[in-house]
């Protein structure tokens, strides 16, 4: 298992961004979820984690195809944001999960952030239950997305 944050060298982050999309991603989501997804926001995310130093995108490779992948972005200079993660079905309660997060919160520590947040459906129990068992706290509703938690993790 190989982990990679993607941005050093945009064509070769790009590329492998558009692999790990296409692998993962897109192949797996029911289409109920596709549907409410915000393609918008996340490839304006995925941009900036590609361009500038204010987002960051990580992905799992194994066996050389992407297993799943993470995108994190700033907040403010104290707080930054889990904004979309990823893992095959095939992956889920394995490594690739845990890879992905310990990549993402070492590098958001080391960039002096103290809280990350995401927001997590109502509806996704699973995930939240994994959010839980791994030290984050459900501050409730979601003030923007009735249909979401906001979740919070201190660094």
Known sequence: MDISQLGSNKESGEELFQTCIAETFLKNQE??????????????????????????????????????????????????????????????????????????????????????????SKHNSSAQKYYLKHSWTNEGQHPKYPSAFLYKLKL
């Open 31 to 120: 289409e109920d979820v596709l549907n409410g997804f915000n393609f918008p926001k996340f490839f304006e995310t995925k941009n900036r984690a590609l361009t500038s130093d204010d987002a960051f995108l990580f992905a799992v490779i194994v066996d050389n195809s992407p297993a799943g992948f993470a995108l994190w972005s700033k907040k403010d200079n104290l707080t930054a944001t889990l904004d979309f993660i990823y893992v095959k079905k095939v992956f889920r309660g394995t490594e690739v999960s845990k890879e992905l997060m310990s990549a993402g919160l070492l590098l958001l520590k080391k960039k002096g952030f103290e809280a990350v947040l995401l927001n997590v």
